[in-house]
């Protein structure tokens, strides 16, 4: 919460300083964060979730330093496919935006914030708050002195906003790897069970690109970069409600794997339920104030983003259900109905997305995004609720 209060107040001065065009530019790139995300990261952090309180502290070591290792080597070749790939869909679409530097620095940046998404784990899982809290509030301050630096006094624009978070990922990377293991070593055999185990969570991390990222490169066919740009606002600052509904499910999400472990249904649903209820709360707030907060986030420059971002703070909700189902779903070690799962619901997002948009272009994007999510939390839900039941049959 104290890092989206951080990034909230700059944000009238950061605004102030980009365009239209430079939020079109940075939300088109990182909207394909979601899509090579997971397979920069393997799935690796789910797999040591899981991992976690089932193991000795010596094999708890010896899988985080193979895991880790592996990022750094597989992902830097990943990382190159990717951006030649990428060149290919860029040059064949025939997109205005350069390639590079902007998506080598946001493409880059997820690679090195595996590491420190990591070490961030690892504190969660361990209950070291106090840490935790340290570490997060020292790379807010970190991103955000450098977006200062580069978009605020250098006048870098759309290459200064993605810049400054490769930098801050870069020094907050190192320091998490270093911290996370001391050496470069990979055991195959681990790898051998996290693959096993994570693949089918790496193909359903990358569908979830359908939900949260295939909105923009079907807008930019509109060829509207005021309303593309307006649209990126929105999504950015709803994102700070985001960060509170990480930080509530972040806490809760050890006690949702250990509620599983030791089968305590009731305590679970008291979690799933409370999780929720939490999450409403700011989101309620904010749509009632949108135009207000929109008028001082932005500096009076960008207030019409305010009609999307009425419609994309309900993402919050169905999100958070959604994150409450998947959750429950990994704990169980059922990653495959994941990957169904997402399967099914892309193809429905899809097309669901081909209608609200040639419809009602950017308002039918936006409850593209809340209706997304939405799908997948009612499919996780009756999955969920079936292996209950059928649980409760079995024991009768």
Same mark, same amino acid.
């Given at each position: ?232 606002? @929105? /999504?950015?600052? #709803?994102? !700070?409600?985001? %960060? =509170? &509904?990480? @930080? /509530?499910?972040? #806490?809760? !999400?050890?006690? %949702? =794997? &250990? ?138």
């Amino acid at each position: 919460m104290i890092r989206a209060f951080i990034l909230l107040a700059v944000n009238p001065i950061v605004a102030s300083n980009m365009s239209h065009e430079d939020y079109a530019i940075v939300g088109f790139f990182l909207s394909f964060g979601s899509l090579f995300g997971p397979l920069l990261n393997f799935g690796f952090l789910q797999y040591y979730s899981k991992c976690f309180y089932k193991v000795s502290a010596e094999e708890r070591n010896k899988i985080k330093t193979t895991l880790v290792s592996t990022m750094l080597i597989y992902g830097i070749i990943e990382l190159i496919i990717i951006l030649i790939g990428f060149s290919f869909y860029i040059n064949k679409t025939k997109i205005e935006f350069s390639v590079f530097p902007y998506a080598l620095l946001a493409y880059a940046a997820l690679i090195l914030n595996n590491f420190f998404s990591f070490h961030l784990l690892e504190l969660k899982m361990s209950r070291r708050a106090g840490t935790f809290f340290k570490v997060s509030v020292t790379k807010a301050i970190t991103n955000t002195s450098l977006v200062l630096l580069f978009v605020v006094l250098l006048k870098l624009g759309a290459f200064g906003k993605l810049f400054a978070p490769f930098v801050s990922s870069l020094l907050l990377g190192i320091y998490s790897f270093r911290k996370i293991s001391k050496k470069i070593c990979i055991d195959y055999s681990i790898i051998k069970d996290a693959i096993k185990f994570s693949w089918p969570l790496i193909i359903a991390g990358m569908l979830g690109y359908f939900s949260t990222g295939i909105d923009r490169a079907m807008l930019i066919n509109l060829n509207d970069t005021r309303s593309l740009g307006l649209y990126n606002i @929105a /999504i950015a600052l #709803t994102g !700070q409600l985001m %960060i =509170f &509904k990480q @930080a /509530i499910s972040m #806490t809760f !999400q050890p006690d %949702i =794997f &250990k509620a599983v472990a030791q089968k305590s249904y009731r305590k679970l649903l008291k979690i799933v339920v409370g999780l929720n209820l939490l999450n409403l709360v700011p989101v309620i707030i904010f749509i009632f104030f949108a135009p207000l907060i929109f008028d001082i986030l932005t500096h009076g420059k960008f207030n019409d983003a305010s009609r999307y971002a009425r419609i994309l703070a309900l993402r919050n909700v169905s999100s958070s259900v959604y994150f409450s189902m998947s959750s429950i779903i990994t704990a169980f070690g059922y990653s495959k109905i994941t990957l169904v799962n997402k399967i099914i619901g892309s193809i429905l997002i899809y097309f669901m997305y081909r209608i609200l948009i040639h419809n009602f272009s950017f308002v039918g994007a936006a409850w593209g995004q809340v209706v997304s999510f939405l799908i997948m939390g009612l499919f996780s839900f009756a999955f969920v609720s079936y292996k209950y039941y059928s649980r409760r049959r079995v024991t009768n």
